[in-house]
Each structure stands twice: as structure tokens, then as C-alpha cells.
């Protein structure tokens, strides 16, 4: 233990020498009238100690202590709890015996280690129930939460059991680079090829529109049933549309069945695809599956305007061609139209520009909304002039590399959760460099992080040239890096794609002038709660959230389920937890003053069957891990020999830890302590001795 303070330690004499002329000055008339009592000695001392105290105090002194903190060596185990564990076969072992063979390991490392247990699934949970129930696995969720938390403490080895068989996140390979203590695997599941027929894929445009004929494409893999056939049935609801006869060729038959369907009725519509069962087929899960199709009776136009070809012009494009909410044309500025009447947005991509100036004065008086994609061949003087809501001063055409930042405030549409962590992580683009300025009314979507430092500085965001006309500014060039970094990360390009519709969406729709707004999903998985919001205006169209807002959820046996939404800052939300796989409706009511609102809707709860769809357990993959990383592949009949295996490693090893800890002095409650009694005995002894006198 050490007493130390950030100033010298001539400072500890001053304040000695300051309590010393304190307690003479104090009583120095006692002193002078030649008085010299014990009493008058003690309180003399008794000052001097209290002043002496104080006065040190004010130098924030702090303690430093010295604490040995020994660690036993930490296993931290994951088990896979997805539904391909059971829906494999012997499910009974792993509900009862399995659980009871980890228990007896976790013992057995308890001697010498600390255990950390985890499940993997859906998301990464702390113990494990054995229950088998969730709907995807992420093995690198739990290798990177290793990683983060693990990284600097006595992490002695991993234990992975699993099947091998992952469909979240990225590939478990490479997700355990970044481990630099051994992995052991516990090889579950069955590597053999069953008998099975699966419907692979359903291939559909997600939206429509009324009038339209559209393809559904059925991807139907049938595993050794060579000469097996089964009857493929395209439903809706209880009317059967088509049946069609599907013949297996070979062991491994793969065959691609085509339907044209009429979108008929506006709405969301719900379709189902059934193969008919086999026999001697385990795995009946993924011989169904359901989707559904948006048919809508208006489509927003947008013009792409470029004045040189540009992978950012090529990213938006593919974007936008994903969902048939849009009509989507490429202009060059060469051919620029003489009016944009007919068009609900128009996206401007580096335009104004330095290289051909071009007349956007049609644009500014048209009704349509704007999009600008600012980058270095933007003009920013001429864009500057246009008063789009954003104004970038700089001296120089200098440019930095900014990523983005989520606003958690944005309130113009919603970002999914899953997707913001993403965003995080995208690559940064090339922004302006210079003094941002703009509206206090604008609203930020991204901020701009430069470095490790996030700004106030807008990368994306939206603002308004007049009640009707929206306008959308991204300031920064290469956003096709989303595109490929989304792609790279998860194998598609929805999160990107998702947020490039949200945004035309949003600038290209006229505002909804309803007093009373539901915002929920229409389709949600069954490992998804149902999360809804709205949003209730007074006749100024100000957002108000005083009055109470109910809403009834109706199942499609008839059962009804009540809520009351919780109120947020300015409007609503709900979180009215997990539903059964069916289709609902709800109906939500308010009143503001004296009149009444009303909104109806419908959802519907899909069944997850990612798991039921691959159950061949991938044991390769498992010893890769295991092989790479100082570790073995063990088989789950092997699992006793397994703490004996860990504990004699040499390298697994108790670890003594010295931590310096700072205390500050001043809140000592013991020092406070002997001060306030060294000022009562004084006090007290000064009362005595008046008295007496």
C-alpha cells in the first residue's frame, strides 16, 4: 500500500507547516496570557491534526494497492441447440443422455478450470437446456464472442458440439482465426445421406402488381429415392391452384418446376408449396414451405441520372431492380427529357458536375423528389447554389474517407436491427472534406466517423425543399463497396439492397395525410417477436402521443389477443412478443378530442425451416477447426475422456495476476472518521474549558 498524489511532496510539509500556524494564530492570546495547561496543548495538537488533514485533502491524494489475483484456467463450452440436432435422428439421446454427458465434463474441469457454458442458435445464450428449438446456427457468433471476452483473461481451450451444420453468419473456419487457444470439437449429428425430398428454394418476385402474370420457380432435391415419385401442390389458402407429378431420375435428383401465377387481388397474399411424403422418409419438415407475394396497384418511377458511367450508378440500379415497387430508368445528361412530370424521384449521381455542366433547372421546379450522390466529380459550388439543404464549404477539392454511424434517432423509416451492426461495419466512403452546413430540421440517417472519432457531420440524410418535394443527399462516393462488403459478409445483397428501397421509398411516396398511422411488418419469422408502431397527429398534422392506443391481434381460429401500445417520445410501439406460424389480423383504435380512428392489417407468421432443409452433419468442417487449432475432433461417445485430455495439457496452467488499484483517500469513510473526531474533541474541550473560566 502506497499513499501517492499528483503533487510534489513538499506539498504534504505545507500542509503541516499551514496546520501548525493555524493552531498557534488560534490560540496564540492563551499563549501570550502565559497560559500553558495540558488541556490548552492538547487542543493545540487536536487543531493542528485537523487542519493538517484537511488542507492535505485538497491535494486529492489516492491509495495504491497492490492485489494478487490468481485465475484458474478457463474452458469455455458451446453446444449447439438448433433444431437439426434432433430432426437428424435419436432425439431422445440428446435430450437425456447428452445433457448428462456434458454435466459430468463441466465436473470434471471444474477441478481445475473454470467453466463457461453457452448455446448457440439464434443468438449466443449463456447455459444450455437442451430444448433444441432454435431456428438457425451461427457458429462464428460464438468464436468472435470468444474472441472479445476472452481474448485477455486465462482462456485455456474451447469446446465446440455441434453438428458442423451452420446457415447464420459467416464460415466458422476462418471465424476461429482469430482464437489463439486450442479448440476441441464434439462431432454430433449423422454424416450419412437419408432418404429425403426437400424443396430447396421457392424463386418469386416478392411484389407485383395487379394484372400481372408472374413465374414461381420450385428448386425440389430428392435424395436417394431413385424412381421414387411425388405429387408437388401450389395452394392458396384452402384452393388447390395446380398439382404437379415429380419423379426422382437418380440417387441425387435435382429438377426445377415452373408455375405461372395471375395477381389478381391487391394485398399481401400468402401461397403454399407441399411435396407429398414418401415412404420411409425421416425428415418431413422441409417438404413444405410458404411465401408470399405483395400485389400492389401503383408503381413509383425514378430516373438514374448520370453523366459517365460509375459502379455507385450500377450498385443503385440493382438495387432498385429488386423490387417491383419501382420503374427504374438509366438518363445519360446527354439526353436529358424536357420534363420530369411523370417521374416520383430522380437520383443524381455526382451531378452537378465539373466536367459538363448540365441545366437542372427542370428538376428543381418539377414536383419530383431528389436523390444526390455527392463525389469528386461533383461541382460543389454549383451544387452549393441549388440550396438542395446541404451546403459543403471548402478551400480545397479535398476528400476523406468517412464510414457510417447510425443515428438512433432516425424516425423516417426504420432500419432492422440485424442490419445495423452491418452497417457499422461497412467500408467508408470518399466524402467532401470542409465545414457541413445545413437545417436543424434536417434528419441524419448516418453520421460520418472519420477514424475512430464520430462527427455531427451528415453521411446520409433527408431534408425538404417544400411540402411535397423530399429531398435525399449522400455525401460520399463508392457506395458500391456496401454493395460487395454486403455480399461478402452474408452471401446476398438484401441488408444493402433493403436500404436503398427504404430510402426511395420514403423520398418517392407522398406523405400519407391520415391522422392515424400503423407501421408493422407483413411477414415475420416465428423466432421474431411482433413489433409494431404508430404514429397519431392533431388537425396541425403535430405528432402527438397523449391519447391511449389499443390494438387487437386476431389469430385465424378467432382467438384475440389485446394490447395497449406503450408510449415512446412522440409516438408508439409495441413488442407483443412471439406468435405461432399462422396468418393474424390486427385492429388498432385511438381518439383525439372527440373523434374516433380506426386501422386494419394483417401479418403473417412464417415457418423458419432453415434447419429441417440440410440435416447431413458436416464433420469436416469440425476437424478443420479443431486440427488448426492444437485441438482433436472427438466423437459424442468420447466426451468422458475429454477434461482428462485438457487438464494434462502442459500449457494449462493456474496464473497469478498482480493489479495495481487506485483508491481515492477522500472517500474514506475512517478518515472522515478521525477528522470529525479530532474537531468534536476540541470543540468539546474549548466548551469545558470557557465554562470553567
Known sequence: MELVTEYPSGFMLLCLLLGGIYSFFLYYRDLKRGSKSAPLWIMMVLRFLSVSLISFLIL???????????????????????????????SDYYRAAFPTQLNKLAE????????????????????????????????????????????????????????????????????????????????????????????????VNKSVYTGDKFPVEVVVEMNKCSGSGSKLTLSQGNRVIETRDVRATSNNSVQKISFQLDAKEKGMIKYSIRLSELDSEINVQNNSMDFLVEVSDTRQKIALIFDAPHPDVTAMLKAL????????????????????????????????????PTDLTPLLTSRASLLFLIGSQTDMNAFNNLKAGLMINSNKNAFLESQPTINEDFSLFSIPKKDAALFAEFPPLLSPFGQYQYSPLTE??????????????????????????????????????????????QS????????????????????????????????????????????????????INDP????????????????????????????????????????????????????????????????????????QLLFRIASTHDGKMISRDSVHVLADEIISRQDIRTVSISQNRMTDLIGNPWLFAIILFLITAEWMMRKSQISFQ
Open 60 to 90: 486529492s491524494p489516492l491509495i495504491r494497492q497492490s492485489d494478487k489475483l490468481i485465475e484458474k484456467p478457463i474452458v469455455i463450452i458451446g453446444i449447439d441447440n438448433s433444431r437439426s440436432i434432433i430432426l437428424a435422428g435419436d
Open 108 to 203: 470434471a474441469l471444474n477441478k481445475k478450470c473454470e467453466v463457461k457454458i453457452y448455446s448457440l442458435g439464434d443468438n449466443l445464450k449463456h447455459g444450455f437446456n437442451a430444448s433444441y428449438t432454435d431456428a438457425f446456427t451461427d457458429i462464428s457468433a460464438f468464436f468472435n464472442e470468444v474472441t472479445t471476452r476472452y481474448s485477455n483473461r486465462n482462456a485455456a481451450a474451447i469446446i465446440l458440439a455441434s453438428d458442423g451444420i451452420y446457415n447464420k453468419g459467416s464460415d466458422p473456419y476462418y471465424a476461429a482465426q482469430k482464437l489463439s487457444f486450442p479448440v476441441y470439437t464434439i462431432a454430433l449429428g449423422d454424416t450419412s445421406l437419408k432418404k429425403d425430398i426437400i424443396i430447396r428454394q421457392i424463386i
Open 321 to 356: 431492380e429488386g423490387s417491383s415497387h419501382f420503374e427504374t430508368n438509366l438518363i445519360r445528361t446527354d439526353s436529358l427529357p424536357k420534363t420530369f412530370a411523370t417521374y416520383d424521384l430522380v437520383i443524381l449521381n455526382q451531378l452537378p458536375s465539373v466536367l459538363n
Open 444 to 489: 441524419i440517417l448516418f453520421y460520418q466517423k472519420i477514424g475512430t472519432v464520430v462527427s455531427s457531420i451528415p453521411l446520409i440524410m433527408f431534408t425538404r425543399a417544400s411540402s411535397d418535394k423530399k429531398i435525399g443527399i449522400i455525401a460520399g462516393e463508392n457506395i458500391w463497396r456496401w454493395r460487395m462488403y454486403n455480399h461478402n459478409q
Open 492 to 543: 446476398n445483397h438484401e441488408a444493402f439492397d433493403l436500404l436503398i428501397n427504404k430510402m426511395a421509398q420514403y423520398l418517392s411516396t407522398r406523405d400519407d395525410k391520415t391522422f392515424f398511422r400503423i407501421h408493422a411488418k407483413s411477414k415475420i419469422s416465428e423466432n421474431e417477436p411482433v413489433e409494431i408502431e404508430a404514429e397519431v397527429f392533431n388537425a396541425t398534422y403535430e405528432m
Open 548 to 619: 391511449d392506443v389499443s390494438l387487437t391481434i386476431t389469430d385465424d381460429a378467432g382467438k384475440s389477443y389485446p394490447f395497449l401500445l406503450s408510449k415512446t417520445l412522440k409516438s408508439y410501439y409495441l413488442n407483443a412478443g412471439f406468435f405461432p406460424v399462422g396468418d393474424y389480423s390486427y385492429t388498432a383504435t385511438t381518439k383525439v378530442g372527440s373523434t374516433p380512428y380506426q386501422k386494419k392489417g394483417k401479418f403473417f407468421i412464417e415457418k423458419v425451416s432453415v434447419e429441417g432443409s440440410n440435416l447431413m452433419a458436416d464433420h
